[in-house]
């Protein structure tokens, strides 16, 4: 059984169309990456998921419970982590994970053992007393986190949650949220799906899902993904940058040219990768730039991510 299912979501906001017939399943075990710009839809959709927001048109379900019709019972197997921080800041840490853990009904007997378990889990028992306003920003993200998961839920819903924060606490919580899933593996599995606008973090899920004007355009593992742009990448090394860039943009069988720190990443058209590094020999010291380098280099999920997006756009 998948653990989250969503058929033909549309949300609607007047003449806005914010989610537009998305469908989804997240199998039991899953990290599922919803990626795109901003404005794609991606919070709007978790918000559906969550039932904060009604489907203008379409259903979706939680460990089997229709999020609509059966909104407590899906609520109750799932943790949600929203971009803003929303604990307590003049509580202490632990204060804040007893208030979530009480509000979803655990009694004394549970909370007290489960939060500290959860706490020594995200890293900040040493810090249980300090008052959650004067976390930084990392440890206020390991907090929304470990309040999420003080009830033990089978779906975890993270929208963005290490944007703002530095690479060091952003690979701390994936490494939290790898340990999570790989130990709830045998004993219920949990399933995640996490919005995010970093393409190393995406190529980390075992699916992703490209959203674009409120739909998914595009869907698979990150190989998968990756093979849409196979022999069609080409990294130019030379300089000036911005006059390669104008004198590549202009030739044959070139798609699209993007900067890569101190280099150009080309996309081409199918099979045209060797004719296009030829020409690029001859047309940039025509053109007045320096040709340093120019090879085909397999495809990240950047370069899917910015062919896609501005495909048909």
């Known amino acids: 059984m998948t653990l989250i299912e969503a058929s033909h979501l549309r949300k609607t906001f007047g003449s806005l169309v914010a989610v537009d017939d998305l469908s989804l399943s997240v199998a039991p075990g899953e990290i599922y990456g919803l990626v795109g710009a901003d404005g794609a839809g991606k919070t709007t959709t978790l918000r559906l998921l969550v039932g904060a927001l009604t489907p203008s048109v379409g259903t979706a379900a939680i460990c089997g419970f229709d999020i609509q019709k059966q909104t407590e019972q899906a609520r109750a197997t799932l943790g949600y982590l929203s971009q803003r921080f929303s604990m307590y800041e003049d509580l202490t840490v632990l204060e804040n994970i007893r208030f979530f853990a009480e509000v979803r009904g655990l009694k004394s007997d549970e909370w007290q053992p489960r939060c500290m378990e959860i706490l020594d889990f995200v890293g900040l028992a040493p810090f249980k007393d300090r008052f959650a306003g004067q976390l930084s920003g990392g440890m206020k993200q390991k907090l929304g986190l470990a309040s999420a998961l003080v009830t033990r839920p089978k779906v975890l819903l993270l929208d963005e949650p290490t944007t703002g ?141 910015m062919a896609l997006a501005h495909e048909d756009s």
């Open 165 to 305: 924060v530095d690479p060091v606490t952003r690979q701390d919580f994936w490494q939290l949220l790898i340990r999570l899933v790989s130990a709830s593996h045998g004993n219920g599995d949990v399933s995640v799906i996490i919005s995010t606008p970093y393409m190393d973090e995406a190529a980390r899920c075992q699916r992703v899902g490209f959203m674009k004007k409120g739909k998914i355009i595009a869907e698979g593992t990150p190989g998968e993904l990756r093979s849409m742009l196979n022999e069609r990448m080409v990294e130019l090394r030379g300089a000036p940058l911005p006059l390669l860039k104008k004198i590549t943009a202009r030739e044959a069988g070139v798609e699209d040219v993007r900067a890569f720190g101190d280099r150009l990443h080309i996309r081409v058209q199918a099979k045209q990768a060797e004719a296009v590094i030829r020409s690029l020999k001859k047309s940039i010291p025509a053109g007045g730039g320096t040709f340093v380098d120019a090879r085909p280099i397999p495809p990240v999920l950047e370069d899917v991510f």
